[in-house]
């Protein structure tokens, strides 16, 4: 039972790894944000990130099932 | 470089071959064609830049970006889109995104083109990290998130 | 190939090199760069067009190029601007017109690009010729004349 | 005493030619035109004409001196 969680930029930074496993299926994506947050201490209000699960954009109160991948999304910056 | 859905890939390791890109406008038989490059340069926020570096999450970049074109379709008179988002490590001088609009008549080329670009820097997960002369380096993370419709009146 | 005043000359009997004008705006340093291309379309008012031929007055054409440049300069945060209108015989998907403005941010070479464009198009002493498939040829005389003042708010 | 006169366009292909030079000097740009439209019925207004003098845009009741080159301008439509 686990999800793998991909970060980018600034998070992956403070993270120092652009994905980690997390041995646990949280309920929902905002209950993995509190728990990675709490682990890392991001910088960023959870209101400036997005979420996405297997690719695609999502709430944060979508469900999360075993396998998924969650990619946190900070304030992008690319042109 | 094609996307699974057989589109070309927005997101580019590569320099781009401009002249490549705007072949594909051109050959569309439309009579206007705008084009807009972003350009590193050297300075930001009065700091000597040396270098850039931009990450993306691809997967997502490559269907927000088939997104944006296919609303920009809906909404403007235009007849093809091509555009491109490069990453990896960049030189001053060097094209950072490339989005080109064909349409037969030149207002619905403009407005759409202006709009794209706006959007792909508004939403598209890409990210810029800035190497200074002058000390260590910083990502950037400027840009508010949104939902497409945020998009047109971000100026970002 | 200059004109007196040491400026290239902004009209040109040769295909144009789109690569070469491109460069001269990115070289400028600015970060945003946007370029218009009028392409030359196989069909007029629902009729065949086979080719097209352009005339121009070019003494008249040169410096009233250079006062549009001077008057986008002046009224758009713009760093450079580089134009071109082919005269002579041209083919479908030939580029009868480039147009590229840079500038630190993209609003103002979208701006300074159209405006261009469109002053372009209404004032310069520039013709055209379509030959058709299904009979001769004819000049168009569509645009009116005026002054620098009516080319902003005309869409010709 | 003479001016040269520079047709284009349609109104070079109605005049047959794409210059001529006039054995007389009218006193303004206006009585040239109105010569010269009386000669070949070029079929546009005055009003859609704008005339240049040496390579400079004129009013029509800019005086005409001996040698000058006059270039009758139609309705463009470049681009």
């Not at chain 2, 989005?99 to 794209?116: K, N, P, T």
Request: contains cysteine; charged residues 20%; glycine residues 8%.
């Amino acid at each position: 039972m686990s999800v793998r969680v991909l970060y980018f930029a600034r998070m992956a930074e403070v993270a120092g790894r652009a994905q980690e496993t997390i041995a646990a299926v949280p309920a929902t994506a905002a209950e993995l944000h509190a728990l990675l947050d709490k682990a890392h201490d991001f910088g960023f209000d959870r209101g400036a990130l997005r979420v996405a699960v297997n690719d695609k954009l999502v709430d944060w109160d979508a469900p999360l099932r075993d396998g998924d991948e969650v990619a946190l999304i900070p304030p992008v910056s690319g042109g | 470089m094609n996307s699974p859905a057989g589109q070309p890939a927005f997101i580019s390791a590569a320099k781009f071959d401009t002249l490549d890109l705007r072949a594909a406008l051109v050959q569309s038989g439309a009579g206007a064609v705008v084009v807009f490059e972003g350009v590193v340069r050297d300075h930001h926020a009065g700091r000597a830049v040396v270098g850039l570096e931009y990450s993306a999450f691809e997967p997502l970049a490559q269907s927000g970006w088939l997104q944006l074109c296919d609303r920009a379709t809906r909404e403007h008179e235009i007849s093809r889109v091509v555009g491109r988002h490069r990453v990896g490590a960049l030189e001053i001088g060097d094209c950072a995104v490339w989005v080109g609009v064909a349409a037969a008549h030149r207002s619905a080329a403009f407005a759409a083109c202006e709009w794209l670009i706006a959007a792909i820097k508004a939403e598209l997960p890409v990210w810029k990290f800035e190497r200074y002369a002058d000390g260590p380096g910083a990502w950037r993370h400027e840009a508010s998130p949104g939902g497409p419709a945020a998009a047109p009146t971000m100026q970002v």
